[in-house]
Each structure stands twice: as C-alpha cells, then as structure tokens.
C-alpha cells in the first residue's frame, strides 16, 4: 500500500465493466482526499488565525519588526567586533559544562536505557513477567518533559548542572530504551541460547550474546540522543540552570550594550550543533554500515 | 603457515577485543570522575534542601489551612494556604474552629487542642501537657511541663509547637495554627461558591432537582461556571493553556512540513537538476536545523511577543530544517520506475512529481511528522516557558512563587497526560493513515 488509503481494498465489482468501477473508486478516494484536505486547510488557517489572536503581538504587526532584533544585535555586535574572539575563550568554559551536562545525560540515560531495554525486551527479559512494567516505565519517563523535572529539582538542589543533568538523563531512559529495545528485538537469539546452554547467567548472556549484536545501533542511537541532549542543554540553561543557555539568558537581559556577547553564544552555540551533528552523521553512517 | 598466521591473527583480534572490553569501561569511569569533580558533585550534600523536597511532597498531597490571629486588634482570620483567595467568610467557619467572644477553640484531631483567648495562647498536647503562652512586658512567657521536648522552639519573642497534627506559632503581632489535610484544596469549589463544602451526593441532588442557588442559572450551569472560574486552581485558564500548546505543535509541525516538501524537492539529486540550487537549499536546511530553536524562539518573541503563534513559529522554522533534510533523503530514495512510467505518458514536470513521486513518499513522510507531532507537543511546553504561553507558562510561574507546589503537580500530571494523549493520538493516525487499517 503506497499511497494514503481510505476505507477498504476494492470491494465487487458493480457497473458496466472493470474500467467505469475503477474510475467510480478512483472518484470517490478523490474525493475523501479533497475532504480530508480541505478540513486541514480548514483547521490550519483557523489554527493560525487563533494562534495570532492570542498573541501579545499580532503576525503581521511583527512581521516588519522581525528584522529589527537581529539587525540590531548584529549592528552592535559589528561595532564590536575585536571583542568576539576574547569572548569565545570567556564563554568556552561555559559551552564546555553544556557539553558535559549533554555528555554525561546521554551516558547515564544510556546505560540506564540498556539496563530497561533489556529488561523489556519479549525473549530477553530477567523476568518475563515484568515487561509491560518496564515499558510502561519508559513510556512514563518519556512522557515528562525535561523542564518540569528541571525545574522542580532546581528548587530542592540548588543551581548548577546537576538538575540538569538528572533531567536530562530522566527523559533519555525513556527515549532510548524504546529505540535500544526495538533494537534488541531483532536480536538473533542463537548466540543467547548457545550461552545458556553452557550455563551462563542472565547477565552474562546479555552481554556476551547479546551487546556485540547490538551495540553498534545502539551506539548509533546514543549519538543521535547526544545531538538532541546538547540542544535540550542549552535551552534548560537558559531557562533554569548552568551552562551557555544560562550566560546567554544574562546577556539578552542586559540588553543593548552585551549584544555583543550575544553574538558569540550563539556563534558558538551554531558551530558546536553543526560540528556535532556532522561528527555524529559521520560516525554514525560507518557504525551503521558495518565497520566498526 | 597459513594455519600460524591465522590464528596468530585471530589471537591479535582476541587481545584486542579484550583490551576494548576493559578500556570501555575504564574510559567511562575516568570521564565520570572528570565530571564529578568539575560539576562538584561532593558539594551537592551542601548545597541539596532537603527540607524543600519534604515541602514539595507534602504540598504534593495535602494542603494546610492557617488560623491567624492578630493579638493587636484581636482580629481571627481561617484560611486555606494562608492566601485570600481562600479565606472563610466569616459566619462559615471550618467546624474544627469554635470562637465563643474572645476564645478561640481549635481542634487538630486526636486530641490535640489550641486555644486562642485574653491571655494569651494554649496548646494540649495528649501524652505531654498544655503549653501556656501569655505575653508580659514586651515578651513572651512560656509554661510547659519540665523536660522540654525539641518539637518546642522557645525565644523571648516567639515560640513554635510542630507536632504530627499541626503547627502552632506564637509572635507578639499574631498568633497563627497550621491544620493539615490530605488532598488538593478548593479543587472545584472555591469558598465563595454556593456549592463549596457540600457531598458529592448533595452536588448532584442540587444539580438535577434542587432550587436554583442563582436565580439567572440552572444550577449544572452555575456549577460548571463556578469550576470554570475556580480563583485558586483558574481550570478555564489551564484548559485554555493546554489548547495552546497543543495548538503550536499542531501548527508548527505541519507548517513545517507544507513548508519543507518544495524545499525537499529542491535539494533532491534525482529531481533538482541544478547542482548550485541543490546545494543552496542544503545549507539552508543545515541553517535552519543548526540555529538550534531556542536562538529562534528568541528572535521571534522579540518581534511578535509572547503568545502561541510565536512558540508555532519558533517550531515551525526549527523544524522545516529537519524535515527538508529528512524528506529530501526519501525522495532520493524512491523508486524511478513510476516516475518513468508517467514520464512516458508525456507527464509535465509538476504531474510526474503528483503522481509518480508523492504516493511513493508519502507513508515516509507522515510518519515522520506524526512523530514530531508527538516531540513537538513536549518542545511547545518548554518554548511555553521561554516566549511566555501555554502551560509552559503557567508551570515555570507556580514555580517561580515557590509555595503552590499543589498547582506544579496538577500542571506535571497534566503535560505527561497531554504527552501521552498526542503520543497515542499520533499513534492512531499513523496506523489509520499509513496501513489503512
């Protein structure tokens, strides 16, 4: 099945011959499709015209300012010029917790993720019985978004990275233990029962006969999380917080004079995503291609 | 000879193998030493409340209802959580407070009693004795039974009781009860509501046949108003703030995607014969997906304020980046067969893409973007609480206060239900639209 269906396969054929049934079908699919198309446009333009009702600014008031802002900043930021390189060794230690909070979510998140995965995965499973508990589990973390259990943890732990740090991680067992377990699933299971024959463990089954055959997906998988987690650090930072998005949110607060610094956040904040996100393209296509 | 290099081969991969199963792990280990210290990790101890969290939790599951009295002007005041929105009238107060002139009686349970008159203050407390507290010249004087438990805090100028009933606290200016009670306070009614304080039972018996409370409503009507306008939990704001959030990731991820499948066609090799052009609109979509959408977020709130449509437009741009990148690679990876069977019914450029490309890809790309649909309901609450709208909003500011924790549970159970309502949402669409199932 190709295209977008509607309703069932092609049922008896009625009228005059095979050629008027199936311009009958293709008619009516037509049409079901130009419905369907219709109440989306329908429900779009509503959508939109009451998103911009409930804005402080209307879109198309906004629409000529939208310029303003980044001008503005770039202007001072030209004026400014000779500062930026100074300004990236200053913010550097900044980008460097923000990598780290993304880092070391992503490992702990992870390792918690093989742990659940394993867990929840049909034919793998410590305890057979337990699976939907330990899916349910993943769908619960999955499900909180890292800024409530950000914010609520700021409040009892204090500032700093570790908040941060928990939350992020929170989300990724959830996230990733979907993905590892998918993966897990189509896990050859010959290996598994070659191991239990000769008596090994839970534990040691998993690792020897079952981590070689997944991990570099798995690997591949944390990278992509990687990616996502140091763009959700960022955004935690400036909302709550340590790291890059926390010194950006100052900057923005001071105003004209530190557009500046703004510049060189989001300089660095740009060239870090795309570096990873080539790094991690790059390493991803060899793991999944096969050489390791 | 061959055999000797073979398994001196395999011998190599053997060694190699275990040098990486020990140098993972050691590897891991020296980073989180690393981090551990560099995120003073041994400070946290220090720096951790936790008497915040047992307030959190507490507040979590019950509220508590203060009865103050000004010991100046004698004036007694019973309120929910200390705030005016939820302050007794004056002639319906709590059946656990009993006034009688200038004395107070306030039971806590179990036999715990305070009681507020002339003199001063006393609390009984079962199995210890009563705490008298009068004021003498500027301090206060405090008789209780010898030895003196640590649960009473004692100064010239106040003293505080914390027991497993209550709080009590004595000043010179007032003199203030703490009663706890499990649940969420004034969910539905708040006290200058007709209908606060009544069984579910009496609720519905008034609903359906008892005379109108409000001679202008029926009083289902009057009912559904009152919780609608609820001062202390604002459920008609909160329905309202969900509806946008919802409402900027439904937006922004299908205007992303009306957005991104011309650009994709554009960046396509086996469609986009212009090798310029192609390359263009890759580094557009590298632009747009590289400046990540919080920088977005803030340049569109600085020119359109805060609101739903910004928080749509900040998803919307985001996310064109990522699906022009994503679609453009499956429309490489169709199948040339129909486009070349259309092709040679003599099929414009337009039709061949209409007919022979788009039924190929689209299964491909609706699951994408109800997968997003999903991520994206997530993102809107955290761009909720940068550009101010949704519940995004409404969370960071129950926050902020730092007192109505009872709110900040409502709001987190209500984004996880909203998260897995577009999660199953997304689901059923996905198999409806996709396997036509």
């Known amino acids: 099945m190709v295209d977008v269906a509607f309703g069932p396969e092609p049922g008896p054929k009625r009228g005059n011959g095979p050629g008027e049934s199936y311009l009958a079908m293709v008619r009516r699919k037509r049409m079901y499709g130009g419905i369907l198309l219709a109440v989306f446009v329908a429900m779009m333009a509503a959508g939109f015209q009451l998103a911009d009702g409930r804005n402080a600014g209307g879109f198309w008031d906004g629409l000529h300012r939208l310029g303003d802002f980044p001008s503005e900043v770039l202007a001072e930021a030209w004026r400014n010029r000779a500062n930026i390189p100074g300004l990236f060794w200053q913010f550097l230690p900044s980008l460097i917790e923000t990598l780290n909070i993304a880092a070391l979510s992503t490992l702990l998140g992870g390792l918690g993720a093989m742990m659940l995965a394993l867990l929840a995965t049909r034919g793998l499973a410590r305890w057979p019985r ?7 589990l993943m769908d619960a973390l999955r499900a909180v978004p890292e800024i409530v259990v950000a914010l609520v943890l700021i409040f009892i732990l204090g500032g700093g990275p570790i908040p941060a740090v928990i939350a992020i991680a929170l989300h990724t067992v959830g996230a990733l233990g979907k993905l590892f377990s998918e993966v897990a699933e189509n896990a050859d299971l010959k290996p598994v029962e070659g191991l239990t024959s000769v008596g090994a463990g839970w534990g040691q089954r998993m690792v020897l006969g079952v981590l070689p055959q997944v991990a570099p997906n798995w690997v591949s998988y944390a990278l992509l999380r990687f990616e996502i987690n140091v763009r959700a650090s960022a955004i935690l930072g400036f909302v709550g917080s340590g790291g890059i998005g926390y010194d950006l949110k100052l900057a923005m607060q001071w105003g004209g004079g530190k557009y500046d610094q703004v510049v060189a956040i989001f300089l660095l904040l740009f ?3 795309v570096a990873i996100d080539r790094l991690s393209d790059h390493v991803r296509a060899r793991l999944v291609k096969g050489r390791v | 000879m061959v055999d000797a290099s073979l398994s001196m081969d395999m011998v190599a991969r053997f060694q190699r193998r275990r040098l990486m199963a020990l140098g993972v792990p050691v590897l891991i280990l020296m980073y989180l030493s690393y981090v551990f210290i560099a995120f003073d990790v041994a400070g946290l101890a220090a720096r951790a409340r936790l008497d915040h969290a047992v307030v959190l939790l507490s507040d979590f599951v019950s509220h508590k209802t203060h009865v103050t009295r000004d010991n100046r002007s004698g004036a007694l005041s019973v309120a929910i959580e200390g705030e005016a929105k939820g302050l007794y009238p ?27 008159d002339a003199d001063g203050a006393q609390y009984v407390v079962p199995g210890y004795g009563t705490i008298a507290i009068r004021p003498e010249g500027g301090k206060l004087v405090l008789t209780a039974p010898e030895p003196r438990p640590d649960w009473i805090n004692a100064s010239d100028t106040r003293v505080s009781v914390t027991t497993e009933a209550g709080r009590f ?4 200016s007032k003199v203030e009860t703490f009663r706890y009670a499990p649940g969420w306070e004034l969910f539905f009614f708040t006290l200058d509501s007709p209908f606060s304080g009544r069984a579910p039972g009496d609720l519905l018996a008034l609903a359906l046949w008892g005379e109108r409370v409000d001679p202008a409503l029926p009083n289902a009507m009057a009912m559904v108003r009152d919780v609608w306008t609820n001062k202390m939990w604002r459920h008609g704001d909160v329905v309202w703030a969900i509806f946008e959030t919802v409402l900027m990731a439904f937006l922004g991820t299908f205007g992303a995607a009306l957005l991104a499948l011309p650009m994709a066609f554009m960046a396509a090799s086996n469609i986009m014969p212009v090798r310029a052009l192609r390359f263009a609109f890759r580094r557009l979509f590298d632009f747009l997906r590289g400046v990540d959408g919080l920088i977005w977020t803030i340049i569109l709130s600085r020119a359109f304020g805060p609101g739903p449509m910004t928080g749509a437009l900040a998803i919307l741009i985001t996310d064109s980046g990522s699906f022009g990148k994503t679609f453009s690679e499956a429309l490489e990876n169709i199948d040339e067969k129909q486009v070349e069977g259309i092709r040679s019914t003599g099929a414009n450029g337009v039709q061949r893409a209409r007919f022979g490309v788009i039924p190929q890809v689209t299964p491909v790309l609706l699951s994408q973007v109800l997968y997003y649909l999903e991520s994206n309901t997530r993102s809107a609450t955290v761009i909720g609480a940068i550009v101010g709208g ?12 730092q007192k109505d924790w009872e709110e900040v549970a409502y709001y987190m159970l209500l984004i996880v239900l909203m998260v897995m309502a577009m999660d199953s949402v997304s689901g059923w669409l996905r198999r409806k639209l996709i396997t036509g199932g």
């Open chain 1, 130 to 136: 337990l699976t939907p508990l330990f899916r349910r």
């Open chain 1, 271 to 273: 060239l870090t995503i």
């Open chain 2, 90 to 116: 004056a002639g319906r107060l709590p059946a656990w407070v009993s006034v009688d002139g200038a004395t107070t009686r306030i039971d806590l349970g179990d036999g715990h009693m305070v009681q507020y």
């Open chain 2, 169 to 172: 606290a004595y000043t010179r």
């Open chain 2, 390 to 401: 949704g519940i995004g909003l409404l969370l960071t500011q129950a926050i902020q206060t």
